[in-house]
């Protein structure tokens, strides 16, 4: 074998039915926090993600009630902005909770 055939990822089974009750196959999310505006209209904040665990993946943000989730890019909507430049994330008046982390 040459290691380009080579199996990779991660399966779980279970031991009663033997059926896989999860199969990662590239990478896992990793949840870091929670930007939590205290429903605030004009709310502000920014997070820096250090650099080391910015560099394990692609950086993500998911606002908890728009149901859109942001990558690399960022999402705007009139005055309400999430951004993501490096490894710094921004949310201007959003005011609702978003999760952030890595995948």
């Excluded at 990793?30 to 394990?56: H, M, P, Q, Y």
């Excluded at 859109?68 to 005011?95: F, Q, Y």
């Amino acid at each position: 074998m040459d290691g380009g055939d080579m199996p990779y990822g991660f399966q779980c089974f279970d031991e009663n039915t033997g059926a896989i009750i999860l199969d990662v196959t590239d990478r896992l999310t990793r949840i870091l926090g929670v930007i939590n505006s205290d429903a605030l209209e004009n709310f502000t904040a920014s997070v820096i993600i250090d650099t080391a665990t910015a560099k394990s993946g692609d950086i993500f943000v998911f606002p908890l009630t728009q149901g859109a989730v942001m990558s690399l890019a960022g999402w705007e909507d009139r005055s309400r902005k999430i951004e993501i430049n490096g490894s710094t994330i921004t949310v201007t008046s959003i005011n609702f909770p978003c999760i952030y982390g890595v995948y």
